[in-house]
C-alpha cells in the first residue's frame, strides 16, 4: 500500500494578521479618554482666569509692592479697603446700581413680556411693520440718542434723580424678540384652551405663559442687570448730585483726579464691584444658560 503524504495545514488568515498587527496599548486608568481636550481647556480657563487672579493680588498691595510684580498678597489690603469704602464710599454706590439695576430688569421684563404676548396672541393693524421698527431699534445703541434723551429728561424735570436712570431703559426691543420668539413655540392648543376655559390674556400670561418662561425670564435678567450695572455714559451726563450717583462713577473717582494712579485701590474697587453681576449670573446660570435656545422650556 502507498502511503499517504500528510501536508502541514496553513495557519489561519486571522493568527497571521495578529501576528503582523500588534494590538493598540490600552489608555492608563488615570488619564481621561480626550486628555488633550482637557489640557486645551485647563489652559484656556487659566489665560481668561489670570486678569482676575492678579486684580486680586493687586487689589492687596501697596504701590510699591505693585511695581515690585509680586505674584503674593499684599500688606496693604486695609489700607486698600478704607480709601475704597471710608473715603470714596464706594458701597453707597454700589446700592445705588443695586436699586436701578434691580428697577430697570423688573420693568424690562414685565415690559417684554406684554409685549410679547401682543405681538404672538394679539391681531392688530400693522402689528407686523411694528415689530419691524422694534426690530430696527437693535440697531441704534442708546449713545446716538443720548443728546435727545438727554433734552427729554430735563425737559420733564427728571435730572439727576433716579427717574432718569430707570424710565428711559424700560422698554427693551432685546426682551420683545426674546419672548416673541419663545412664544412662538408655544403651541397654539394652550391659547385655546385658556380661552374656553374663559381666562383673560393677562390670566392667561400669569398663569399659563410665565410657569413655563422661567428660563428665558432669567436669561433676559442676567443680560438686563450686567447692562445696567456697567452704564457709565448716561448716568455721567444726567446724574450730578453724588449721593445719587452709580458705582462706574465711583470707580472713575479711583482712577481719575490724582497725580499718578493708585493701582491697589482701583483693583479692589473693581473687584468689589463685579461681585453683585457674577452673583446674578451664578444664582441664574441654569436659567441663562438654557433661556437661549429660543425653543420650548422643558
Known amino acids: 500500500m502507498e502511503r ?21 496599548r490600552q489608555r492608563p486608568l488615570w488619564l481621561p479618554q480626550r486628555w488633550y481636550a482637557h489640557i486645551i481647556l485647563w ?40 480709601i475704597v469704602i471710608n473715603n470714596r464710599h464706594l458701597h453707597t454706590y454700589m446700592i445705588n446700581s443695586v436699586f436701578i439695576a434691580l428697577a430697570v430688569t423688573a420693568g424690562k421684563t414685565v415690559l417684554s413680556l406684554l409685549s410679547g404676548l401682543a405681538f404672538v396672541y394679539f391681531r392688530f393693524p400693522g402689528k407686523w411693520i411694528v415689530f419691524g421698527f422694534v426690530l430696527i431699534t437693535l440697531m441704534m445703541p442708546t449713545e446716538i440718542l443720548i443728546l435727545a434723551l438727554f433734552r427729554f429728561v430735563n425737559s420733564l424735570g427728571w435730572g439727576s434723580t433716579f427717574t432718569a436712570l430707570i424710565v428711559p431703559f424700560l422698554a427693551s ?32 400670561l400669569i398663569q399659563v405663559l410665565v410657569p413655563i418662561s422661567w428660563n428665558t425670564i432669567g436669561a433676559l435678567a442676567v443680560i438686563q442687570f450686567v447692562y445696567v450695572w456697567n452704564m457709565y455714559i448716561w448716568p455721567v451726563l444726567i446724574m450730578r448730585r453724588e449721593e445719587y450717583q452709580v458705582v462706574q462713577q465711583g470707580l472713575a473717582t479711583l482712577i481719575g483726579g490724582d497725580a499718578a494712579l493708585v493701582f491697589g485701590p482701583m483693583m479692589l474697587g473693581a473687584v468689589i464691584a463685579s461681585i453683585p453681576p457674577v452673583l446674578v449670573f451664578v444664582l441664574l446660570q441654569k436659567q441663562f444658560m438654557s433661556g437661549f435656545a429660543l425653543a420650548r422650556d422643558k
Open 4 to 24: 499517504e503524504q500528510v501536508t502541514p495545514v496553513a495557519a489561519p488568515a486571522q493568527a497571521t494578521r495578529a501576528a503582523v498587527y500588534r494590538a493598540p
Open 43 to 82: 489652559i484656556a480657563c487659566a489665560v481668561i482666569g489670570f486678569p482676575l487672579f492678579y486684580a486680586m493680588l493687586v487689589a492687596t498691595q501697596s504701590q510699591a509692592e505693585v511695581f515690585a510684580y509680586r505674584f503674593l498678597p499684599g500688606t496693604s489690603f486695609a489700607d486698600n479697603w478704607n
Open 173 to 204: 426691543a432685546t426682551g420683545t424678540f426674546l419672548f416673541r420668539q419663545h412664544f412662538s413655540n408655544i403651541p397654539a392648543e394652550l391659547s385655546e384652551a385658556a380661552q374656553l376655559d374663559g381666562a383673560t390674556p393677562l390670566q392667561f
